[in-house]
């Protein structure tokens, strides 16, 4: 917990900055005298960013047993709160609306300038999506595909791996992008033991309440209009208790990005994960491990088609799914599209199951994180 003492005691230390109001919109009227101006430029410092995107899917499969089987349903909607509250410290709420309940799922503050030592390194605090994979801090909106892959489903979290905590980011001095990430959270909602003759939890990465994560990642150009990023992550923290124990649980990953881009919108997008999940305590061990394979590639500003295949297992259930899914997109504006997937697969005790997703996403005002 050194690098946590450090953080405060630098945040505490750091020199004041002065508060350099921005520019007044294009169409605000200038007020007659000095002071009133000062005041109407300085009231733009009291209003964030405010947006909102829906996502309303549609689920047609052959499993039976699925409750959403042939059903639109309004799957959310995120408010986005977005400002800096002071110069060099940005802060990021994001409320989910769904199931009748109002969710904070990420509320953060990113302190983009530590002061240490003149070193180059950044901090996030609060409710964050970890730093840990290629795609786990992407909204849900932001992917290039309506079911997320199994292997993070599966070893990962049903959505996204989230926590209450802090992360610290270096970025080397390096002639090419290379930064590192190393983090502790505390789970949202502390997990609760399961009763002893149970498995375990279905999906996920199982852990009990806090963890610590450590991301290694790098990009760098590649050919004429590409580049390649690769990372290596690690998450470690207790499992659910259950059977009378805590096991240790600790997630290993690898990713693959490679990216080429042209000048009239065209773009393809190739990327691949790999995760494996250890499980130790009571005696003995359980392992899995996954990945999948996707390819994306956008055909203009306005489509895009893409081509995934996952094959993954689980650590509480025997044998893997396996599956090959097309993706098909309409895009209007950024935050505006038509979505189809279509998915042909295997799974433990279900072979050859078919499923077509239809998802519908818009949105309004100036939403901005991590966008594909």
């Known amino acids: 917990m050194k690098w946590l003492t450090a953080f405060a005691v630098a945040l505490l230390t750091a020199p004041v900055l002065a508060q350099v109001a921005p520019p007044p919109p ?17 009231r733009y410092l009291l209003l964030p960013d405010i947006s909102f995107i829906s996502m309303v899917k549609g689920l047609f499969s052959s499993d039976k047993t699925n409750p959403d089987r042939n059903k639109f349903l309004f799957d959310s909607g995120e408010l986005a709160v977005q400002s800096f509250v002071y110069p060099g410290i940005k802060q990021d709420a994001f409320i989910v609306f769904g199931n009748g309940e109002a969710v904070v799922e990420e509320g953060y503050l990113t302190v983009q300038d530590l002061h240490v030592a003149h070193l180059p390194l950044s901090a996030t605090v609060g409710r964050r999506k970890a730093p840990f ?3 786990n801090q992407l909204h849900p909106h932001s992917w290039a595909y ?11 979290a049903d959505e996204s791996l989230t926590g209450d905590g802090a992360y610290l980011s270096y970025l080397f001095p390096a002639t090419f992008f290379l930064q590192l990430d190393a983090g502790y959270f505390g789970q949202p909602t502390p997990t609760a033991d ?35 990023e690769l990372g290596t992550s690690e998450a470690r923290g207790k499992g659910i208790g259950y059977g009378g124990f805590s096991p240790q649980n600790t997630l290993d990953g690898l990713d693959l990005t490679y990216r080429t881009t042209a000048k009239d919108s065209q773009r393809v997008l190739v990327r691949s994960e790999w995760l494996s999940h250890t499980q130790k305590g009571g005696g003995t061990t359980r392992k899995a491990d996954g990945y999948y394979v996707s390819v994306d590639k956008r055909q203009g500003p306005l489509h895009s088609i893409g081509l995934r295949y996952d094959d993954s297992g689980s650590p509480w259930a025997l044998g893997r799914e396996k599956s090959f899914s097309l993706i098909q997109t309409h895009q209007l504006t950024e935050q505006t599209y038509l979505r189809l997937q279509a998915t042909h697969g295997d799974r433990p005790g279900q072979k ?18 991590s966008l594909e």
């Open 194 to 228: 399961i009763p002893a003759d149970s498995q375990g939890p279905t999906s996920g990465a199982g852990f009990r309440d806090t963890f610590s994560t450590l991301r290694l990642w790098a990009s760098s150009k590649l050919g004429s209009g590409g580049d390649l």
């Open 146 to 156: 309506i079911e997320p892959p199994t292997v993070l489903k599966n070893l990962l």
């Open 26 to 42: 294009p169409d605000a009227v200038a007020a007659p005298t000095g002071t009133q101006t000062a005041n109407n430029t300085n």
């Open 352 to 369: 050859g199951f078919n499923e077509l997703r239809l998802q519908w996403v818009w949105g309004v005002g100036p939403h901005t994180h």
């Open 133 to 135: 994979g290629r795609v």
